[in-house]
Each structure stands twice: as structure tokens, then as C-alpha cells.
């Protein structure tokens, strides 16, 4: 029987994400590629998603709205966490490291463009869900950060870090001239077991658990970061690093909170304070 094939998105490279056969053997060898990576050590890459046409529009359109992206600025330890002078000086939850953070506000990409195209395109949800295997799987419903590019310019990059989400999923879109390795310690932590010792030999420089990843314009990766302690290398020369995040979560129809909002984006909107007062009211009954 004749089925309606889907509209191919130009910037897509369909060869190494065959989301227009989503029955086939391509692609299901890819998605059971993906699921033993993230078994085996937290993180899977797809290299090469993007046709060259479709690297130079995303980073056209980073360029572009680069000016917009909100830049702050704190110091923090590997676990967002406030100091504790209770422990010793070295202890993993006493090392702070400046952290500077460059995010453009999903509302910069506009339906139809180069950025959201990859995120709309048939089947790329589903796709990264079927390699996460999680459910329930819905798109973050914020509108200053359901799709978003983080921007880094020269500097010490993204330090040490376990993230509070589960995953995440990242498009490299352009490099810095040098640095900005993606490194990290596969499962150096449980929720048992926050295995201090080797956090520390890893801030240290002196684990050899820690692996390197040179992601390339293109490359998609899903990277289970709650466990694995991880960063974006120091960054060298005048290009910006830019790096799509797309976001989902377990609940529809959920954003931010107004704080939350405020700090990474440097905005909120109406819905973030509608929904504050319906989580209030929620909470009140
Ligand atoms: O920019 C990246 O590649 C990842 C940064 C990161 O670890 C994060 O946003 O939590
Ligand atoms: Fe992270």
C-alpha cells in the first residue's frame, strides 16, 4: 500500500538520521546503536545530521541572533549547591568555578527557520525517544526555552558539573578555534553513591575515567548527564562555540519558573507567571 512520504527537510542529512524510514533497518540499527551507547557509558552521538547547506543556515542564524543571547554570570561548585565550611577545602562540594553562561531565547527561532526546521522535522521526537526510552516524552512548552543556543565565547568554558535533569540533547553547530572538548566521567556517580573520591581525582586532572569527545557541526548527542560529571573544555580564539539544546520533559504543557526564567533568559513572559499562580493554586487545594 502506498503511504504519503514525509516533506524532507533540506538540512537534514537523511543518510545518518534516516527519520523517513522509521521502520527500517537503517534506522532501527541506529536507534539500538544509540540505546547500548547510553547503556554502556551515558552518552550517544550521531555524527553528521546536517547537510552542508544546513551547517552554514544554522550558523547563519546563530550569527544573526547572537546579539540577543543573555549572558550571566556565577560561581559554582559541581552541584549547584552553596558552600558547605563544614568539609575539608578540597572536597568536591568546595570547588567553585566561575561560570558563564550565554543563552539566546528559543522566541529568536522562528517557526519555518533553520534551527526549529531540525527540531519540527517528522520523526526527530520520536526518534530521540526511542533512544532514551523514557515516557512519558513531551517538548519543554516554554517559549523562551524549548529550543535555545547556548553561545560561549573565549574562556574557561562550562566547568565540572553533574546536570539536575535526566538528558539532554545538544546539536554542535559551530566550534570555537580551540578547546571546547566535551569531556566527562560516565556514571562516577549513583543515587547511592556519590563516590567523592573519584569526583575529586577528576577535578584534579588525575582519573583516567574521563573520556573525550571532539564533537563536530552536525553532530547530535544525547548525553545522560544527572550521574556523569562532565564539561565543556576552556575555549581559545575570536569564533563563538554555538550549540543547539532542545528540551523535553516528562509533563505537558510545562515552563519554567518566573525565577528560573529571569536568570538564564533575562525575560519572563505572561505564561511563566500564569503558570506559577496555577502551580500556586494546585498546591493551595
Ligand atoms: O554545551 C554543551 O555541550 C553542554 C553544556 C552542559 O553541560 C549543560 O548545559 O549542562
Ligand atoms: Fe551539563
Known amino acids: ?107 529568536n527561532f522562528a517557526t519555518g527557520g533553520p534551527l526549529r526546521g531540525i527540531h519540527d522535522a517528522p520523526g526527530f521526537d520520536r526518534f530521540i525517544q526511542e533512544c532514551l526510552q523514557v515516557e512519558p516524552f513531551h517538548r519543554y512548552a516554554d517559549p523562551l526555552a524549548d529550543v535555545i543556543i547556548n553561545q560561549a565565547t573565549e574562556g574557561p568554558g562550562f566547568p565540572w558539573h553533574f546536570d539536575t535533569n535526566d538528558y ?8 570555537a578555534e580551540g578547546g571546547g572538548q566535551f569531556e566527562y566521567a560516565p556514571a562516577i556517580r549513583t543515587p547511592h553513591e556519590e563516590n567523592f573520591d573519584e569526583v575529586r581525582r577528576v577535578l584534579d586532572g588525575q582519573s583516567d575515567r574521563v573520556r573525550t569527545l571532539d564533537l563536530q557541526p552536525g553532530d547530535l548527542q544525547l548525553f545522560l548527564g544527572r550521574h556523569s560529571l562532565h564539561r565543556v573544555a576552556p575555549l581559545t580564539g575570536r569564533r563563538p562555540r554555538y550549540v543547539g539544546i532542545f528540551s523535553y520533559v516528562d509533563q505537558p504543557n510545562m515552563v519554567a519558573s518566573p525565577e528560573r526564567c529571569k536568570q538564564l533568559y533575562g525575560r519572563v513572559l505572561p505564561i511563566h507567571y500564569q503558570q506559577a499562580g496555577q502551580r500556586a493554586d494546585v498546591l493551595l487545594d
Do not use: W
Open 1 to 107: 500500500m502506498a503511504t504519503t512520504p514525509i516533506t524532507l527537510n533540506r538540512h537534514l542529512n537523511y543518510s545518518a538520521l534516516p527519520l523517513h524510514e522509521p521502520g527500517g533497518a537503517q534506522y532501527r540499527a541506529l536507534v539500538e546503536r544509540m540505546r547500548r551507547s547510553l547503556a554502556d557509558v551515558g552518552c550517544a552521538v550521531v555524527n553528521n545530521i546536517l547537510t552542508p547547506a544546513g551547517v552554514a543556515a544554522l550558523v547563519d542564524e546563530a550569527d544573526r541572533v547572537a546579539p540577543n543571547a543573555h549572558h550571566s554570570y556565577n560561581r559554582t561548585n559541581p552541584y549547584f549547591t552553596a558552600d558547605d565550611n563544614t568539609l575539608e577545602p578540597t572536597h568536591p562540594k568546595r570547588r567553585f568555578y566561575d561560570r558563564t553562561n550565554a543563552f539566546v531565547p528559543a522566541d
Open 168 to 175: 539532554t540533547v545538544t546539536l554542535a553547530i559551530q566550534n
